[in-house]
Antibody, heavy 120, light 106 residues
Framework: QVQLQESGPGLVKPSQTLSLTCTVS??????????WNWIRQTAGKELEWIGR???????NYNPSLKSRVTISPDASKNQVSLKLTSVSAADTAVYYC????????????WGQGTMVTVSS | DIQMTQSPSSVSASVGDKVTITCRAS??????LVWYQQKPGKAPKLLIY???ILQSGVPSRFSGSGSGTDFTLTISSLQADDSATYYC?????????FGQGTKLEI
């Protein structure tokens, strides 16, 4: 079955760049019908959509983060990466990658999530 | 951004009860409304999409309805395993946004 696994540093210093990778198994990120997304959840349990990428490489970002976010694919490794620059404590959260199906138009498969803390 | 407001924020019920959670969008989103269930330490799980379509494998005691700005998630005949936080999410326009969650205690 399709599985998503996030990985990356659990601690990032303020003003630095947060870099995470989502490794997809059981499906190809280059196949159609799916968008690959990043979503985060703060300690207060609020969920915030960060952005998505399609098989064509087309991206859409949350305007609140757009100036700091880049989502990119690595087809050779079947991975999707997230980079968030100039982080602050407000970026401390659990980061999830999730698949959005164009059929259901919903996040139908999620990774387990990875906790990232921004602190010096 | 479209604001999604859920009510109640928390609810306590007993096994066998029926519970209804509501979600209101700050503007009309047609039927582009999704419901998720999240248990502690786990990722959200897709329950219902397009307002009322049950995701494969989800028990039929879960149902959804609504269109425009007002939506409901109903859980009939509660089971102990339904204890979780439930979130709505709009897929009508960017940025996708979520409700603040409803914590259901059994």
């Amino acid at each position: 079955q399709v599985q998503l696994q996030e990985s990356g540093p659990g601690l990032v210093k303020p003003s630095q760049t947060l870099s995470l990778t989502c490794t997809v198994s059981g499906a190809s990120i280059t196949s159609g019908n799916y968008y690959w997304n990043w979503i985060r959840q703060t300690a207060g349990k609020e969920l915030e959509w960060i952005g998505r990428i399609y098989t064509t490489g087309t991206t859409n970002y949350n305007p609140s983060l757009k100036s700091r976010v880049t989502i990119s694919p690595d087809a050779s490794k079947n991975q999707v990466s997230l980079k968030l620059t100039s982080v602050s404590a407000a970026d401390t959260a659990v980061y999830y990658c999730a698949r959005l199906s164009v059929v259901e138009y919903a996040f139908d498969i999620w990774g387990q999530g990875t906790m990232v803390t921004v602190s010096s | 951004d479209i604001q999604m407001t859920q009510s109640p924020s928390s609810v306590s019920a007993s096994v066998g009860d029926k519970v209804t959670i509501t979600c209101r969008a700050s503007r009309a989103i047609d039927r582009w409304l999704v419901w998720y269930q999240q248990k502690p330490g786990k990722a959200p799980k897709l329950l219902i999409y397009t307002s009322s379509i049950l995701q494969s494998g989800v028990p039929s005691r879960f149902s959804g309805s609504g269109s425009g700005t007002d939506f409901t998630l109903t859980i009939s005949s509660l089971q102990a395993d339904d204890s979780a936080t439930y979130y709505c999410q709009q897929g009508d326009s960017f940025p996708y946004t979520f409700g603040q969650g409803t914590k259901l205690e059994i």
